[in-house]
């Protein structure tokens, strides 16, 4: 049972130009999510979260949006950039959960420059 | 920001032996740790729940005296796949969780990861 998914296995978009990345979720107990970043054979690394009291945040470059009457979140890049090409993941957790992270299935992102 | 080592971050066993990959938060204390696996182009699957002092929480599925998690300290977790199969070769990634300066959420600081190979 996937409870959080990402629908889109890859994105292509041109350098300059914005990326979303979406993400849905199942699980009404999740009350914070977090959009983490992975290069092949590496860790993930942390990019941005949101709590279930915003609807949006915001760091530089990076924006995630959450809509949580549609259980849906995005993460806005712009101006994407050809270092972003890596395998974007979100994530969610609840304090029911223990704070575990559950995370979605990953999209592929690719810059072109 | 916190930074969380893994060790090896490759190894090649044979099918029957035990490995052990450590995970190592370097500039900061964390009493729980997790651990994952993660197959080919797929999602990062939690496998366990690593408590200092205590004894880890597995996932459902997942065998505990298959894979062995021993939290002696606040810096290091480990885990030991024993007795490998080919089908436990993997990436394996630990993560390290820290309360927010806020400290109304965690967040979990990753480490490099370790690809196990069972030949």
């Known amino acids: 049972d996937q409870q959080v998914k990402q629908n889109s296995p890859s994105l292509s978009v041109q350098e300059g130009r914005i990326s979303i990345l979406n993400c849905d979720y199942t699980n009404s107990m999740f009350d914070y999510f977090l959009w983490y970043k992975k290069y092949p054979a590496e860790g993930p690394t942390f990019l941005i979260s949101i709590s279930s009291i915003k609807d949006k945040n915001e760091d530089g470059r990076f924006t995630v949006f959450l809509n949580k009457s549609a259980k849906h979140l995005s993460l806005h890049i712009v101006p994407s950039q050809p270092g972003d090409s890596a395998v974007y993941f979100c994530a969610a957790s609840g304090r029911s959960s223990g704070d575990k992270l559950t995370f979605g299935t990953g999209t592929r992102l690719a810059v072109r420059p | 920001g916190a930074v969380v080592s893994q060790h090896p971050s490759r190894v090649i066993c044979k099918s029957g032996t035990s490995v052990k990959i450590e995970c190592r938060s370097l500039d900061f204390q964390a009493t729980t740790m997790f651990w994952y696996r993660q197959f080919p182009k797929q999602s990062l699957m939690l496998m366990a729940t690593s408590n200092e002092g205590s004894k880890a929480t597995y996932e459902q599925g997942v065998e505990k005296d298959k894979f062995l998690i021993n939290h002696a300290s606040l810096t290091l977790s480990t885990l030991t796949v024993t007795s490998a199969h080919p089908e436990d070769s993997s990436f394996y990634i630990c993560?390290?969780?820290?309360?927010?300066?806020?400290?109304?959420?965690?967040?979990?600081?990753f480490g490099p990861g370790t690809r196990l190979t069972v030949t």
């Open positions: 993560s390290a969780r820290v309360l927010l300066r806020a400290g109304k959420h965690y967040e979990q600081y």
